[in-house]
Nanobody, 113 residues
Framework: QLQASGGGLVQAGGSLRLSCAAS????????INWYRQAPGKQRELVAV???????NYADSVKGRFTVSRDNAKNTAYLQMNTLKPEDMAVYYC?????????WGQGTQVTVSS
């Protein structure tokens, strides 16, 4: 199971850190993906961290968001800085290993301008 948390209301230019806590899996084996979905829009892949720690980002968040993981805590993080109104969405974490694919419940990020 995955539990996403850390969302909330922030002013434009502010920061939030999302967490994705895993249980019932060998967390270190999984790649972790962060997605977001804004109302009326398709789900968008925002950031990825592989089991080995390699990261990749959508162009829209490069330089502002940082994905990380702490395998000892079975938790992944998405540090979001310099937030913009267009970052407002429900954020989901996703863990993938082979054919195994788990989703968290989503956490709302609201950015006021």
């Amino acid at each position: 199971q995955l539990q996403a948390s850390g969302g909330g209301l922030v002013q434009a230019g502010g920061s939030l850190r999302l967490s994705c806590a895993a249980s019932g899996m060998t967390f270190s084996r999984y790649a972790i993906n962060w997605y977001r979905q804004a109302p009326g829009k398709q789900r968008e892949l925002v950031a990825v961290i592989s089991s080995g720690g390699r990261t990749n980002y959508a162009d829209s968040v490069k330089g502002r968001f940082t994905v990380s993981r702490d395998n000892a805590k079975n938790t992944a993080y998405l540090q979001m800085n310099t937030l913009k109104p267009e970052d407002m969405a429900v954020y989901y974490c996703n863990a993938v290993y082979g054919s195994m694919d788990y989703w968290g419940q989503g956490t709302q990020v609201t950015v006021s301008s």
